[in-house]
């Protein structure tokens, strides 16, 4: 009896320990999104600031 109460307990807590690993892989996997997101619109601003700055004449003129 007391090896059933044992086994029950520690399926509940491998069942809620998997529910925690989960939950933590959805956010991981929702903060790449948004730092891949973040990465190419940085990147973009980057390149447009290049197009800017190489369009002006130099600072000699």
């Known amino acids: 009896m007391?090896?059933?109460?044992?086994?029950a307990f520690l399926?509940?807590?491998i069942t809620e320990l998997s529910d925690v690993v989960?939950?933590?892989?959805q956010q991981i996997d929702s903060l790449k999104n948004d730092q891949h997101r973040m990465r190419t619109h940085l990147?973009?601003?980057d390149k447009d600031d290049q197009h800017v700055i190489?369009?002006?004449?130099?600072?000699h003129y």
Do not use: A, F, G, T
Request: charged share 25%; glycine share 0%.
């Open 22 to 25: 989960y939950s933590q892989q």
């Open 43 to 45: 990147q973009s601003l």
């Open 54 to 59: 190489d369009d002006q004449p130099p600072p």
């Open 11 to 13: 399926e509940q807590s």
């Open 2 to 7: 007391e090896l059933e109460v044992k086994i």
